[in-house]
C-alpha cells in the first residue's frame, strides 16, 4: 500500500456511503484488507506507508502510536465497517493482513482481529484468511498460533536467494530462511503457502535470478508471486540511484527475467493465473487478489489503508497517531473519498480484468478499443481464440507489455 497521498473530497465524520454504492454490495463478494504499519525497520526500496519504533516517539519521548494498543484500534474500524454497511450485504469472503510486518504483532492479536470481522460479518464456508510474514519474525509455535487463530494462507517476503541483493533491497532476513518458513507453514497446517519474489534489482544477474527461482520452487509453496523491482521516488534505493551508486535496472533485463519466471514456473507445473502471479491449482490462487482483479468490494482497515465499494473509494489518514486519535473521537478515519464515473470504472475493469488468466469481454471496450483489439491480435499479444470467443487475454509475449495493452484498449 503506496503511502502516496490522495486528493479526494470529504468524507462524512461518521463515513456513511451513499445510498447507490450501499445498493451494489450484494451483488460482489465482499473482502477486508488490514493494514499494520510497523516494521522494525524500513528496506530501501520500499514506498509503503510503514513506520519503526523510532518514528512513532514524540519529541517529549512519548509513544504517539503503537504495536500493543493497534489490536483494539482495528476492531474499532471494524465495528465502524460493520454500521457503515449494514443492510443486504454478503459475508466475507477473503481477509488479507499485510503491510509493514504484520506478524510484529502476537498471533493472538492478528486472531482478534480476525474474530472481529468473523464476528460482525460472518465468514463464507470457504473464506480465504491470509497474512505477509517476515520470514525473520515467525517461528514453528508462532505459525501454529497463527493457524488455530484461523488463517488459512500465510505469505511470506523472498525476494531473493542471494545475499547481496538481499543487501542492497536492505532486507533483514538470511539466504534460506523462507524455504524454511515454508516447512514450518506446513507443518503447522497451512494447505496455502506463497513465496513473494522480485526481479531486477541492481547487480542482480541471470544467474541470481534463476537461482532464486530454483530455491523459491523447490521450497514446495502452491503459489508464487514475482514482481519487478520499481524504484520509488523518495526511497533510499532512488537516493542511491539518482548518486549512481547502483544503476537503474533495465528493461530489457527485466523482460528476460520475467520469461525466466515463467518458464521455470511453468514447468514446475504452476500457472500464471495473473501477470504477475503462479498457483498449483486453483485453490492455491490469491482469492484476496482476484477480489481486487475482478470488482469487488472491500473495507481497508488501518492507517492510509483504501477500500472500495459499489463505486466509492476513499482512504484512511496516514499516520498511526492521527488513525488512533480519530477512531477514539468516535470519528472515521477516512480522510478523504471520490465516487467513480462510469467511465472510470469502465476503465478499471480492463485494467484490472484484461491482468488474470480470463481477460476481459470485448463488450467493455468502445469502437477504437475494438479495432486495437483486432491489431493487438495481429501483433501477437492478445490471443486469437479468445479474441473470436469475445474476450482480450493477454498472450505470454502480451504480459511483458500489458501496461502498453491496456493504453491502446482505452
Known amino acids: ?44 526500496y520500499c514506498d509503503f506507508n510503514t513506520y519503526t519504533a523510532d518514528e512513532l516517539v514524540s519529541r517529549d519521548g512519548t509513544a504517539t502510536a503503537s504495536r500493543e494498543t493497534y489490536a483494539g484500534q482495528a476492531v474499532a474500524e471494524i465495528e465502524t465497517a460493520d454500521r457503515v454497511l449494514a443492510g443486504d450485504r454478503p459475508r466475507v469472503s477473503t481477509v ?7 506478524t510484529l504483532l502476537s498471533a493472538e492479536d492478528l486472531g482478534r482481529i480476525v474474530s472481529a470481522i468473523g464476528d460482525r460479518f ?23 498460533r497463527l493457524r488455530r487463530a484461523g488463517f488459512t494462507r500465510v505469505s511470506f517476503g523472498m525476494q531473493s536467494a542471494r545475499p547481496h541483493v538481499l543487501r542492497v533491497l536492505e532486507r533483514g532476513h538470511t539466504p534460506g530462511r523462507p524455504e524454511q518458513c515454508v516447512t514450518w507453514a506446513r507443518e ?8 513473494d519474489l522480485i526481479y531486477g534489482t541492481p547487480g542482480e544477474s541471470d544467474e541470481d ?22 524504484v520509488e521516488e523518495g526511497t533510499r534505493l532512488a537516493a542511491r540511484v539518482r548518486r549512481g551508486e547502483l544503476t537503474e535496472p533495465d528493461d530489457d533485463a527485466m523482460a528476460d527475467r520475467y520469461l525466466m519466471a515463467d518458464e521455470a514456473l511453468a514447468s514446475a507445473g504452476y500457472t500464471p493465473y495473473e501477470v504477475s502471479n503462479w498457483a498449483r491449482t486453483e485453490e492455491g490462487r490469491s482469492a484476496h487478489n482476484l477480489l481486487y482483479w475482478t470488482g469487488g468490494h472491500w473495507w481497508g482497515v488501518g492507517p492510509g489503508a483504501h477500500s472500495h465499494v459499489g463505486g466509492t473509494r476513499w482512504w484512511n489518514v496516514k499516520h498511526p497517531a492521527a488513525y488512533a486519535a480519530r477512531l477514539a473521537a468516535g470519528e472515521t478515519p477516512a480522510q478523504a473519498r471520490e465516487i467513480l464515473t462510469d467511465a472510470e470504472r469502465r476503465f478499471e475493469r ?12 470485448l463488450e467493455l471496450l468502445d469502437a477504437h478499443g475494438l479495432a486495437a483489439a483486432e491489431r493487438l491480435v495481429a501483433d501477437g499479444l492478445l490471443d ?7 474476450r482480450a487475454v493477454l498472450t505470454r509475449r502480451g504480459r511483458l507489455l500489458a501496461d502498453a495493452v491496456v493504453r491502446d484498449l482505452t
Open 1 to 44: 500500500m503506496p503511502s502516496v497521498a490522495l486528493d479526494g473530497e470529504p468524507v462524512p465524520r461518521t463515513g456513511d456511503l451513499p445510498a447507490h454504492s450501499l445498493a451494489e454490495l450484494g451483488d460482489r463478494p465482499l473482502g477486508f484488507y488490514v493494514h499494520v504499519p510497523f516494521c522494525v525497520t524500513r528496506c530501501g
Open 96 to 102: 488479507f493482513v499485510g503491510g509493514g510486518t504484520p
Open 122 to 144: 460472518g465468514f463464507a464456508p470457504d473464506a480465504e484468511i491470509t497474512t505477509e510474514a517476515n520470514p525473520e519474525t515467525v517461528t514453528p509455535d508462532y505459525l501454529r
Open 188 to 195: 503447522a497446517g497451512f494447505d496455502h503457502v506463497n513465496l
Open 209 to 230: 535470478w534463476a537461482a532464486s527461482l530454483e530455491a523459491a520452487i523447490g521450497a514446495g509453496p502452491d503459489h508464487v508471486s514475482a514482481y519487478s523491482l520499481i
Open 350 to 361: 480492463i485494467l484490472l480484468e484484461l491482468r488474470v488468466e480470463s481477460g476481459c469481454p
Open 384 to 390: 486469437p481464440r479468445a479474441h473470436a470467443e469475445g
